[in-house]
């Protein structure tokens, strides 16, 4: 499978204009940095490859990628959570549904030890976070230089909202030239450095991390997070992700020096997540109207 450049549009939010990269665009079951991710699994053969196992939330992204590139490929696929909520159990929907619909078995509990897999095993870290990464995410920083020369622009602040932080780490590798910014949405600041330096040493190659004064938990509904993807949605047209993109937008909006050189905004897919999201928001605070 072959992906197609995803495009760059120009849009304006709260009077800042910036260029946002659609990788949401580039396929309804590999949106965004799955595809960029699991792209070296998808170009080459790996005959010897029987099954698929790795871990993380039950409504991850990444599990329902993988859920489809198991299909795809005629795979086992097996993924461990450390619970699953009683409401998704009798409610399947989002991305569990979608991977139980392509043959996922979830398992409730740990990987007792990655040691003893066989070779026809393949083990895929939380998020997609591995080596193999930069395969694709190498050739997604390649496309932004193409774009850059074809614009005439010769500096990027680049920014996207980080996970585990392998797109940012591994575009910040590949673009030199440009400096790029995310933010810790997992975990904190330390926590993200340390997913730096488990795939690369080096820390000229690590983006700059920016936060908000206030401690954030991951996936707690916020109403400014709310409030700033229905802003985002109602002035750019462009419908962003609940769990990441908000928080980044609120960081890139708190931090003025991003806006002096031109700002490409990187649209990471995640989508299918916005169903359970949504309706979790709507609940909690009825009286902000979408």
């Known amino acids: 499978m072959v992906f197609d450049y995803s495009p760059v549009e120009t849009i304006s939010f709260e009077d800042h204009s910036f260029y946002l990269k659609r990788d949401d665009l ?46 795809m490929k005629g795979w086992e696929f097996e993924y461990f959570v450390d619970h699953i909520a009683e409401y998704l159990k009798e409610n399947p929907h989002g991305n569990y549904k979608g991977a139980l619909d392509n043959g996922m078995k979830i398992t409730v509990g740990s990987i007792e030890s990655t040691d003893n897999l066989n070779d026809n095993t393949l083990f895929i870290e939380e998020g997609g976070r591995q080596k193999e990464a930069e395969y694709g995410i190498k050739l997604l920083a390649e496309e932004i230089i193409q774009w850059q020369k074809e614009q005439g622009i010769k500096e990027l602040n680049i920014f996207l909202p980080s996970g585990t932080g392998t797109t940012a780490l591994f575009l910040q590798k590949h673009l030199p030239s440009n400096t790029v910014f995310t933010t810790p949405c997992v975990g904190d600041t330390s ?17 700059t991390i920016l936060t908000l004064e206030k401690k954030h938990h991951f996936a707690k509904l916020y109403k400014e997070n709310y409030k700033i993807w229905l802003k985002l949605q109602q002035q750019t047209g462009v419908e962003f992700d609940l769990l990441y993109d908000p928080l980044g937008w609120r960081v890139l909006m708190a931090h003025d020096t991003l806006h002096v050189k031109p700002l490409l905004y990187i649209h990471q897919g995640g989508l299918l997540g916005n169903e359970s999201m949504l309706a979790r928001y709507e609940r909690k605070f009825p009286s902000i109207s979408s």
């Open 26 to 71: 580039l396929h309804p079951d590999f949106s965004g940095n799955k595809a960029r991710k699991l792209h070296y699994f998808l170009q080459n053969d790996f005959s010897n490859i029987k099954k698929i196992i790795s871990y993380g939330s039950a409504q991850s992204n990444a599990m329902y990628s993988l859920s489809v590139l198991a299909k």
């Open 191 to 207: 926590y993200l450095k340390k997913q730096f330096l488990e795939l690369e040493e080096d820390e000229k190659y690590h983006p």
